[in-house]
Nanobody, 126 residues
Framework: QVQLVESGGGSVQAGGSLRLSCAASGYTYRCYHMGWFRQAPGTEREGVATVNSGGRTSYADSLQGRFTISKDNAENTLILQMNSLKPEDTAMYYC????????????????????WGQGTQVTVSS
C-alpha cells in the first residue's frame, strides 16, 4: 500500500508563490509515475505536472513554465513549486501515484493513477 498526504496549500494574492508537498509512505517504490492534479468546483480533474522514477518530468502546456515539480527521494516527498499564481489556479490540488508504467502521452491523465491523497486547497485572489 502507498499513502499520500499533501500539505502547503493556502490563500495567496495573484503573483504570489506557494510550495506544495506530498509525503509518501508505504511501498513507495511501486510509484512508477507521480504527479500533481487539480480540480476546481464543477470541473474535471486536470493534470498539472508529473515525474517518473527516473526523474523525467512533464507539464500541462497551460502552465507556461510557472510550476516546477521535483522529488526528494531521501524524504519520499513530492514537491510542486508554484510561482506567478493566477486566480484561475484556484483549485484543490491532489498528489497521485501510478503503479504501472504508461506511455508519455498519458501521464497527465488522471485515470492512470491508482493512489491519491486527500488534497490541499489553493486559493488565489486578484
Amino acid at each position: 500500500q502507498v499513502q499520500l498526504v499533501e500539505s502547503g496549500g493556502g490563500s495567496v494574492q495573484a503573483g504570489g508563490s506557494l510550495r506544495l508537498s506530498c509525503a509518501a509512505s508505504g511501498y513507495t517504490y511501486r510509484c512508477y509515475h507521480m504527479g500533481w492534479f487539480r480540480q476546481a468546483p464543477g470541473t474535471e480533474r486536470e493534470g498539472v505536472a508529473t515525474v517518473n522514477s527516473g526523474g523525467r518530468t512533464s507539464y500541462a502546456d497551460s502552465l507556461q513554465g510557472r510550476f516546477t515539480i521535483s522529488k526528494d527521494n531521501a524524504e519520499n516527498t513530492l514537491i510542486l513549486q508554484m510561482n506567478s499564481l493566477k486566480p484561475e489556479d484556484t483549485a484543490m490540488y491532489y498528489c497521485a501515484c501510478a503503479t504501472a508504467r504508461w506511455p508519455d502521452g498519458l501521464l497527465l491523465h488522471a485515470g492512470i493513477y491508482d493512489v491519491w491523497g486527500q488534497g490541499t486547497q489553493v486559493t488565489v485572489s486578484s
